[in-house]
C-alpha cells in the first residue's frame, strides 16, 4: 500500500509563501496524474491542482497565477509553492492522484495570519 506524506506547512502572514511537498512510499507519481487538495475547517476537501504525465498543470480559479505545482519522479515526491498567499488558503493540504484513488496522508497544514 502506497503511504503518502505531506510536509512543508506552517504559519505565514498574507503575502507570504510556502513550499509544500508530498513524498509517496513507493513510485507512483511518474504513472500517475496528481493531484493536490486542501481541507479548510468546516469545509469539505477541494482540489486544488493537478499535473498530468504529460506535464502539463491545471489549477483552480482560486489559487491560479498564485501557486505552482512540480514533480520530481525520481524522488517520488510533489511539491506545491505557494506565493502571495491568503487568509482564505488556510488549510490542511494533501497530495493524491487525480482523481484520488490513494489512502489520504496525514496532511500538512497551512496557517495564513496576520
Known amino acids: 500500500q502506497v503511504e503518502l506524506v505531506e510536509s512543508g506547512g506552517g504559519l505565514v502572514q498574507p503575502g507570504g509563501s510556502l513550499r509544500l511537498s508530498c513524498a509517496a512510499s513507493?513510485?507512483?507519481?511518474?504513472?500517475?496524474?496528481l493531484g493536490w487538495y486542501r481541507q479548510a475547517p468546516g469545509k469539505e476537501r477541494a482540489w486544488v491542482a493537478s499535473?498530468?504525465?504529460?506535464?502539463?498543470?491545471f489549477y483552480s480559479d482560486s489559487v491560479k497565477g498564485r501557486f505552482t505545482f512540480s514533480r520530481d519522479n525520481a524522488k517520488n515526491t510533489v511539491y506545491l509553492q505557494m506565493y502571495n498567499l491568503k487568509l482564505e488558503d488556510a488549510a490542511v493540504y494533501y497530495c493524491?492522484?487525480?482523481?484520488?484513488?490513494?489512502?489520504w496522508g496525514q496532511g500538512t497544514q497551512v496557517t495564513v495570519s496576520s
Open positions: 513507493r513510485s507512483i507519481f511518474s504513472t500517475n496524474n
Open positions: 493524491n492522484t487525480e482523481p484520488e484513488t490513494l489512502p
Open positions: 499535473v498530468i504525465r504529460g506535464g502539463n498543470t
